[in-house]
């Protein structure tokens, strides 16, 4: 079964191979920040047209994205500094749910099974807490557990790119029975 794990947003991280394979990974950009959102809608059914036709998924899992609720809360609060937290705004939160019905829709007339997984649940499986501290620390844990894990080049230091392999790699282990993956060290090849 070909599993996939989609961060969805502006920069789209991929992630799809086998259950239990290395993954094909990577990220796209679905729109300049100048353009509509219809544009990011819009190229990524293109991508993932283009992409089904040759890897056509059996599982397609999702990160799911914040709530309304949350986003206000999170603009209200201020870092020890006092300065504002960097969050997610309201025009990125319509964004993250347009492309998720884009998703929902491939899904259902590919007829694949899609799921949403909660980025602490796929973060808990993936680098062992939901959360280390500041968001940064946070995407650093889980660029540096891909890179263990030689699903990601040591050279690339994409987010988007490494939340999608965790969220694949959640996929795998939790709906596909696959077990956990090996640590590769310095100098060890991954097989």
Request: aromatic share 6%.
């Amino acid at each position: 079964m070909i599993v996939w794990g989609l961060d969805v947003a502006t920069r789209t991280g991929f992630a799809f191979g086998s259950a239990g394979a290395k993954p094909v990974s990577g990220s796209v950009m679905l729109k300049r920040p100048s353009e509509e959102t219809d544009v990011a809608c819009g190229n990524l059914l293109f991508f993932l047209q283009d992409r089904w036709r040759d890897a056509k998924p059996g599982l397609v899992a999702v990160e799911a994205p914040f709530s309304g609720a949350a986003v206000h809360a999170q603009r209200d609060r201020a870092d020890e500094d006092g300065k504002k937290r960097r969050g997610s705004s309201e025009a990125a939160l319509r964004l993250a749910h347009e492309l998720q019905g884009v998703v929902k829709a491939m899904c259902h007339v590919h007829g694949v099974r899609r799921v949403e997984v909660y980025p602490q649940t796929w973060r808990r499986h993936f680098i062992g807490k939901g959360r280390l501290g500041s968001r940064d620390e946070t995407k650093a844990a889980v660029i540096h557990r891909a890179h263990l894990l030689g699903l990601m080049p040591r050279e690339s230091q994409d987010d988007n790119r490494a939340d999608a392999l965790g969220i694949q790699d959640w996929a795998c282990a939790t709906h596909a029975r696959v077990p956990p993956r090996e640590l590769h060290f310095f100098g060890e090849t991954p097989r």
